[in-house]
């Protein structure tokens, strides 16, 4: 089973930029699709970003234009370029895997999930 670690998150003031690196155990990463996903106080997780195998991407319409996802197969790591940080993004962030198409990443049910890493944008 592929296992997931989140780092990168932190406390930024509203306009900053962070950037998340999830690192995936195994040898089976580059046929994974991966996705970051959000879960705020009282809220649902959703998802943010997702890629594919093939690199292609799709973003919730919340942060188009701010936040780029990428990964680097050699690594067993994607990443979470966000920029323009708002008040709104606060929240855990997770990442997670499957070897399944891009457009069913949103509604995918996981077995399970890492810790999460905290991002918190306040000033």
């Known amino acids: 089973q592929v296992q997931f670690v989140e780092s990168g998150g932190g406390l930024v003031q509203p306009g900053g930029s962070l950037r998340l690196s999830c690192e995936a155990s195994g040898s089976i990463f580059s046929t994974y699709a991966m996705g970051w996903y959000r879960q705020a106080p009282g809220a649902q997780r959703e998802l943010v970003a997702a890629i594919s195998r093939l690199r292609n991407t799709n973003y919730a319409d919340s942060v188009k234009g701010r936040f780029t996802i990428s990964r680097d197969n050699a690594k067993n790591t994607v990443y979470l370029q966000m920029n323009s940080l708002k008040p709104e993004d606060t929240a855990v962030y997770y990442c997670?895997?499957?070897?399944?198409?891009?457009?069913?990443?949103?509604?995918?049910?996981?077995?399970?999930w890492g810790q999460g890493t905290q991002v918190t944008v306040s000033s």
């Open positions: 997670n895997g499957a070897p399944a198409p891009l457009i069913r990443m949103a509604t995918m049910t996981f077995g399970s």
